[in-house]
């Protein structure tokens, strides 16, 4: 094994699922508790359920599922949880605000992002971006958590291709675990 390499880790199928429904369960007892972390997050700072008494499981569902980058619990669940299909939007979830920042690579078709993967230089990674696709370089990764590194471990380059994979799996449960700031 490379020595700087980050270990591979399986992830069960529905792990990614079942941690934000943790985390939703922890934030409605935030919310409850008047902590409106989740909401900023969220960027939903003025929801109308503002009485902590009215806010359900479902509503926390929601925010963690747009802090994350989706718009709805549903589209988190199904990206998250292997079911999207090619063509669908698979959300945010690769991305960040302080990558807006940098320049990289967008293409709406996915072949021509290949071609650039394949072309010589610095590595790239292509990643997912809604119903685009997005090919960087390592700054881009450390500004999600992430690092080259992470991808030695069976990923690969090409995030798109390795959608589902039980390395895929392990590579989201990486990107769930970066700190706050990494979502911001």
Do not use: I
């Amino acid at each position: 094994m490379n020595p700087n390499s980050v270990p591979f880790t399986p992830t069960p199928p529905q792990a990614l699922v079942a941690e934000l429904k943790v985390r939703a369960r922890l934030g409605l007892k935030a919310l409850r508790a008047g902590d409106t972390r989740l909401l900023e997050r969220a960027r939903l700072g003025g929801h109308r359920q503002n009485d902590p008494a009215e806010w359900r499981l479902g509503h926390c569902l929601t925010l963690v599922a747009r802090s994350l980058g989706f718009t709805d619990w549903d589209q988190a669940r199904r990206v998250l949880g292997g079911h999207a299909q090619p063509g669908d939007d698979l959300g945010a979830f690769w991305h960040a605000k302080a990558c807006d920042r940098l320049l990289n690579h967008w293409f709406a078709d996915l072949g021509r992002a290949r071609e650039l993967l394949r072309q010589p230089g610095p590595q790239r990674v292509l990643l997912p971006y809604r119903r685009q696709f997005v090919v960087v370089e390592e700054p881009y990764l450390r500004e999600l958590g992430l690092s080259l590194q992470h991808l030695s471990s069976g990923v690969g380059p090409d995030l798109v291709q390795a959608y589902g994979s039980p390395a895929w799996r392990a590579l989201c449960w990486q990107r769930l675990q970066a700190l706050p700031e990494c979502w911001g």
